[in-house]
Protein backbone atom coordinates (compact mmCIF):
# COMPACT_ATOMS: atom_id res chain seq x y z
CA UNK A 1 0.00 0.00 0.00
CA UNK A 2 0.95 3.34 -0.92
CA UNK A 3 -0.30 7.10 -0.76
CA UNK A 4 0.18 9.90 1.91
CA UNK A 5 -0.83 7.48 4.55
CA UNK A 6 1.86 4.98 4.10
CA UNK A 7 4.39 7.67 3.91
CA UNK A 8 3.38 9.47 7.50
CA UNK A 9 3.49 6.17 8.61
CA UNK A 10 6.96 5.82 7.32
CA UNK A 11 8.27 8.87 8.35
CA UNK A 12 7.48 8.42 12.15
CA UNK A 13 9.71 5.97 12.72
CA UNK A 14 12.90 7.86 12.27
CA UNK A 15 11.18 11.12 14.03
CA UNK A 16 10.64 8.65 16.92
CA UNK A 17 13.91 7.50 17.34
CA UNK A 18 15.32 11.08 16.60
CA UNK A 19 12.83 11.93 19.71
CA UNK A 20 13.76 9.42 21.62
CA UNK A 21 17.49 10.25 22.18
CA UNK A 22 17.14 13.82 21.52
CA UNK A 23 13.95 14.54 23.30
CA UNK A 24 11.13 16.52 22.56
CA UNK A 25 13.19 19.60 21.49
CA UNK A 26 16.62 18.27 19.07
CA UNK A 27 17.86 22.43 18.90
CA UNK A 28 18.28 22.33 22.23
CA UNK A 29 20.25 19.04 22.53
CA UNK A 30 22.35 20.64 19.77
CA UNK A 31 23.24 23.40 22.20
CA UNK A 32 23.82 21.54 25.08
CA UNK A 33 25.67 19.05 23.46
CA UNK A 34 29.07 21.40 23.21
CA UNK A 35 29.00 21.78 26.74
CA UNK A 36 28.41 18.27 27.75
CA UNK A 37 31.03 16.95 25.19
CA UNK A 38 33.21 19.63 27.73
CA UNK A 39 32.02 18.41 30.83
CA UNK A 40 32.99 14.67 29.48
CA UNK A 41 36.34 15.57 28.51
CA UNK A 42 37.37 17.89 31.45
CA UNK A 43 35.56 15.83 34.08
CA UNK A 44 34.02 12.52 33.55
CA UNK A 45 37.23 11.13 31.77
CA UNK A 46 39.65 12.26 34.13
CA UNK A 47 37.26 11.31 36.94
CA UNK A 48 36.57 7.43 35.48
CA UNK A 49 41.06 7.88 34.95
CA UNK A 50 41.34 8.47 39.25
CA UNK A 51 38.95 5.98 39.95
CA UNK A 52 40.85 3.58 37.45
CA UNK A 53 44.16 4.43 39.21
CA UNK A 54 42.83 4.19 43.03
CA UNK A 55 42.43 0.24 41.87
CA UNK A 56 46.01 -0.09 40.97
CA UNK A 57 49.67 0.26 41.69
CA UNK A 58 49.80 3.48 39.48
CA UNK A 59 53.04 5.58 39.07
CA UNK A 60 54.89 7.73 36.86
CA UNK A 61 57.21 6.99 33.80
CA UNK A 62 57.80 8.44 30.63
CA UNK A 63 55.27 8.71 27.55
CA UNK A 64 55.42 5.63 25.66
CA UNK A 65 57.34 3.08 28.18
CA UNK A 66 55.38 0.30 28.55
CA UNK A 67 54.95 -0.83 32.57
CA UNK A 68 52.74 -3.13 34.23
CA UNK A 69 50.50 -1.50 36.70
CA UNK A 70 48.94 -4.23 38.75
CA UNK A 71 45.64 -4.64 39.91
CA UNK A 72 45.72 -4.15 44.23
CA UNK A 73 42.08 -3.87 44.97
CA UNK A 74 41.53 -1.75 48.05
CA UNK A 75 44.68 -1.52 49.01
CA UNK A 76 45.50 2.26 48.25
CA UNK A 77 42.19 3.04 50.36
CA UNK A 78 43.16 1.24 52.95
CA UNK A 79 46.60 2.89 53.18
CA UNK A 80 44.62 6.13 52.90
CA UNK A 81 42.26 5.10 55.85
CA UNK A 82 44.83 4.82 57.89
CA UNK A 83 47.38 7.71 57.41
CA UNK A 84 46.77 10.20 60.16
CA UNK A 85 47.99 12.75 57.49
CA UNK A 86 44.79 12.09 55.77
CA UNK A 87 42.38 12.04 58.74
CA UNK A 88 44.16 15.13 59.33
CA UNK A 89 42.64 16.72 56.45
CA UNK A 90 39.63 15.89 56.25
CA UNK A 91 39.15 16.81 59.29
CA UNK A 92 40.81 20.03 58.66
CA UNK A 93 37.74 20.50 56.06
CA UNK A 94 35.41 19.52 58.11
CA UNK A 95 35.84 22.64 60.14
CA UNK A 96 36.53 24.81 57.54
CA UNK A 97 33.07 23.89 55.83
CA UNK A 98 31.34 24.41 59.52
CA UNK A 99 32.86 28.22 59.78
CA UNK A 100 32.82 29.28 56.31
CA UNK A 101 29.61 27.88 54.51
CA UNK A 102 27.15 29.12 57.13
CA UNK A 103 28.86 32.23 57.47
CA UNK A 104 28.84 32.70 53.57
CA UNK A 105 25.28 32.04 53.31
CA UNK A 106 24.06 33.98 56.13
CA UNK A 107 26.23 37.04 54.94
CA UNK A 108 24.97 36.87 51.59
CA UNK A 109 21.67 36.53 52.12
CA UNK A 110 21.72 39.85 54.62
CA UNK A 111 24.22 42.19 52.38
CA UNK A 112 21.86 41.02 49.10
CA UNK A 113 18.80 41.69 51.09
CA UNK A 114 20.44 44.97 51.89
CA UNK A 115 21.96 45.75 48.50
CA UNK A 116 18.31 44.93 47.41
CA UNK A 117 16.47 48.21 48.64
CA UNK A 118 16.70 51.68 47.78
CA UNK A 119 19.69 52.58 49.44
CA UNK A 120 22.54 55.25 48.23
CA UNK A 121 25.56 53.68 46.79
CA UNK A 122 23.75 50.66 45.87
CA UNK A 123 25.71 49.84 42.46
CA UNK A 124 29.38 51.05 44.04
CA UNK A 125 28.84 48.48 46.66
CA UNK A 126 27.51 45.61 44.57
CA UNK A 127 30.48 46.24 42.88
CA UNK A 128 32.89 46.78 45.79
CA UNK A 129 31.02 43.07 47.25
CA UNK A 130 32.04 41.30 43.96
CA UNK A 131 35.81 42.51 43.09
CA UNK A 132 37.55 40.31 45.43
CA UNK A 133 35.97 37.44 43.83
CA UNK A 134 37.29 38.22 40.81
CA UNK A 135 40.29 39.43 41.93
CA UNK A 136 44.13 37.28 41.39
CA UNK A 137 44.26 34.96 44.23
CA UNK A 138 48.05 35.99 44.69
CA UNK A 139 46.91 39.46 44.81
CA UNK A 140 44.53 38.96 47.83
CA UNK A 141 46.44 36.73 49.93
CA UNK A 142 49.21 39.48 49.51
CA UNK A 143 46.98 41.52 51.76
CA UNK A 144 46.04 39.28 54.25
CA UNK A 145 49.59 38.19 54.93
CA UNK A 146 50.27 41.70 55.12
CA UNK A 147 46.85 41.99 57.59
CA UNK A 148 46.98 38.63 59.89
CA UNK A 149 50.78 37.89 60.24
CA UNK A 150 52.48 37.73 63.42
CA UNK A 151 53.64 41.99 63.04
CA UNK A 152 50.43 42.34 60.83
CA UNK A 153 47.72 45.45 61.06
CA UNK A 154 45.20 43.59 62.80
CA UNK A 155 47.96 42.26 65.76
CA UNK A 156 49.31 46.24 66.30
CA UNK A 157 45.11 46.94 66.31
CA UNK A 158 44.17 44.27 69.23
CA UNK A 159 47.71 44.98 70.60
CA UNK A 160 47.69 42.62 73.63
CA UNK A 161 44.51 40.71 73.06
CA UNK A 162 46.61 39.54 69.66
CA UNK A 163 46.39 36.00 69.61
CA UNK A 164 50.31 34.42 70.48
CA UNK A 165 50.75 32.52 68.06
CA UNK A 166 49.32 34.09 65.33
CA UNK A 167 46.40 33.80 63.32
CA UNK A 168 47.98 31.84 60.34
CA UNK A 169 50.90 30.19 62.53
CA UNK A 170 49.09 28.89 65.27
CA UNK A 171 47.55 25.44 64.62
CA UNK A 172 43.68 26.31 66.18
CA UNK A 173 43.40 29.92 64.15
CA UNK A 174 44.94 28.43 61.25
CA UNK A 175 41.79 27.12 59.49
CA UNK A 176 39.47 29.29 60.76
CA UNK A 177 41.27 32.47 59.47
CA UNK A 178 41.83 30.25 56.22
CA UNK A 179 37.72 29.71 56.17
CA UNK A 180 36.93 33.59 56.90
CA UNK A 181 39.49 34.46 54.11
CA UNK A 182 37.34 32.26 51.56
CA UNK A 183 34.12 33.40 52.39
CA UNK A 184 35.16 37.52 52.27
CA UNK A 185 36.61 36.22 48.63
CA UNK A 186 33.69 34.37 47.55
CA UNK A 187 31.11 36.69 49.05
CA UNK A 188 30.29 38.72 46.23
CA UNK A 189 29.64 35.70 43.59
CA UNK A 190 26.91 34.40 46.64
CA UNK A 191 25.58 37.96 47.10
CA UNK A 192 24.84 37.96 42.60
CA UNK A 193 22.61 34.74 43.08
CA UNK A 194 20.66 35.96 46.12
CA UNK A 195 19.93 39.46 44.33
CA UNK A 196 18.48 37.59 41.08
CA UNK A 197 16.53 35.36 43.44
CA UNK A 198 15.40 38.65 45.57
CA UNK A 199 14.08 40.09 42.14
CA UNK A 200 11.54 37.23 41.91
CA UNK A 201 9.73 37.91 45.14
CA UNK A 202 6.94 40.40 44.62
CA UNK A 203 6.29 43.12 46.46
CA UNK A 204 2.62 42.08 47.15
CA UNK A 205 4.04 39.71 49.68
CA UNK A 206 6.33 42.44 51.59
CA UNK A 207 3.21 45.25 51.44
CA UNK A 208 0.84 42.53 52.74
CA UNK A 209 3.20 41.86 55.43
CA UNK A 210 3.34 45.72 56.39
CA UNK A 211 -0.31 45.73 56.11
CA UNK A 212 -0.67 43.10 58.89
CA UNK A 213 1.57 45.10 61.40
CA UNK A 214 4.97 42.76 60.25
CA UNK A 215 8.30 44.44 61.12
CA UNK A 216 11.09 44.46 58.47
CA UNK A 217 12.87 41.76 60.99
CA UNK A 218 9.40 39.73 60.56
CA UNK A 219 8.79 40.10 56.97
CA UNK A 220 12.84 39.24 56.40
CA UNK A 221 11.99 35.83 58.27
CA UNK A 222 8.84 35.38 57.12
CA UNK A 223 8.61 36.84 53.39
CA UNK A 224 12.48 36.97 52.10
CA UNK A 225 13.77 33.57 53.89
CA UNK A 226 11.17 31.20 52.19
CA UNK A 227 10.79 32.51 49.05
CA UNK A 228 14.83 32.44 47.84
CA UNK A 229 15.31 29.14 49.83
CA UNK A 230 16.20 27.95 46.05
CA UNK A 231 18.69 29.87 46.09
CA UNK A 232 19.63 29.10 49.65
CA UNK A 233 20.29 25.49 48.83
CA UNK A 234 22.08 26.58 45.46
CA UNK A 235 24.55 28.35 47.98
CA UNK A 236 25.08 26.06 50.31
CA UNK A 237 25.38 23.20 47.88
CA UNK A 238 28.43 25.29 45.98
CA UNK A 239 29.73 26.83 48.90
CA UNK A 240 30.60 23.14 49.96
CA UNK A 241 31.39 21.90 46.71
CA UNK A 242 33.99 24.82 46.35
CA UNK A 243 35.12 24.38 49.80
CA UNK A 244 35.97 20.90 49.40
CA UNK A 245 37.96 21.51 46.88
CA UNK A 246 40.29 24.28 48.92
CA UNK A 247 43.93 24.06 47.69
CA UNK A 248 44.94 27.85 46.81
CA UNK A 249 44.57 29.48 49.97
CA UNK A 250 46.27 27.21 52.38
CA UNK A 251 49.23 26.92 50.12
CA UNK A 252 49.61 30.29 49.89
CA UNK A 253 48.46 31.91 53.18
CA UNK A 254 49.52 29.11 55.67
CA UNK A 255 52.98 27.91 53.16
CA UNK A 256 51.60 24.83 51.92
CA UNK A 257 49.02 23.57 54.60
CA UNK A 258 51.07 24.04 58.07
CA UNK A 259 51.62 24.68 60.81
CA UNK A 260 52.03 21.05 61.28
CA UNK A 261 49.22 20.04 58.83
CA UNK A 262 46.46 22.01 60.99
CA UNK A 263 45.46 23.79 57.29
CA UNK A 264 46.23 21.12 54.76
CA UNK A 265 43.40 20.20 53.14
CA UNK A 266 42.74 17.02 51.02
CA UNK A 267 42.95 18.26 47.72
CA UNK A 268 46.45 20.13 49.06
CA UNK A 269 47.66 16.33 50.21
CA UNK A 270 46.51 14.97 47.00
CA UNK A 271 48.97 17.49 45.40
CA UNK A 272 51.53 16.92 47.75
CA UNK A 273 50.99 13.12 47.63
CA UNK A 274 50.50 13.06 43.93
CA UNK A 275 53.06 15.61 42.04
CA UNK A 276 55.51 16.31 44.83
CA UNK A 277 55.90 12.72 46.24
CA UNK A 278 54.85 10.69 43.08
CA UNK A 279 52.30 8.47 44.71
CA UNK A 280 49.24 9.34 42.13
CA UNK A 281 47.30 6.00 43.20
CA UNK A 282 47.13 6.94 47.02
CA UNK A 283 46.30 11.03 45.67
CA UNK A 284 43.42 9.26 43.31
CA UNK A 285 42.27 7.16 46.46
CA UNK A 286 41.81 10.73 48.36
CA UNK A 287 40.48 12.47 46.03
CA UNK A 288 37.87 9.46 44.78
CA UNK A 289 36.78 9.42 48.65
CA UNK A 290 36.12 12.97 48.98
CA UNK A 291 33.66 13.06 45.35
CA UNK A 292 32.08 10.56 47.80
CA UNK A 293 31.98 12.75 50.72
CA UNK A 294 30.95 15.83 49.06
CA UNK A 295 27.81 14.10 47.10
CA UNK A 296 26.67 12.76 50.85
CA UNK A 297 26.87 15.98 52.32
CA UNK A 298 25.55 17.86 49.64
CA UNK A 299 22.49 15.28 49.20
CA UNK A 300 21.92 15.64 52.79
CA UNK A 301 21.64 19.43 52.84
CA UNK A 302 19.48 19.45 49.79
CA UNK A 303 17.07 17.18 51.54
CA UNK A 304 16.95 19.39 54.77
CA UNK A 305 17.13 22.71 53.11
CA UNK A 306 14.15 21.81 50.50
CA UNK A 307 12.42 20.30 53.54
CA UNK A 308 8.92 22.54 54.00
Known sequence: MSGPLSRDVSRRGPQRWVAAVLGRHPVGAVLVAPYAVFLALVFAYPFGFAVWISF???????????????????????????????????????????????????????????????????????????????????????????????GGLVNKLLGPLAPDPSWLVSEHLAMPTVAVYVAWKQLGFFILLYLAALQNVPNELYESAAVDG??????????????????????????TITGANLFTEPY??????????????????????GIEQAQPDVAAAIGVLLVIGVVVVSLINRRILERP
Open 56 to 150: HDYFFTAPGVPVDRPFVGLANYTAVLGDPAVRQAFGNIIVFLLINVPLTTVLALLLANALNGAIRGRTFLRVAYYVPYVTASVAVVGVWLFLFNS
Open 214 to 239: ASRWQRFRSVTVPAVRPATTLVVIVA
Open 252 to 273: LLTGGGGPNGASTSPVLLMYQR
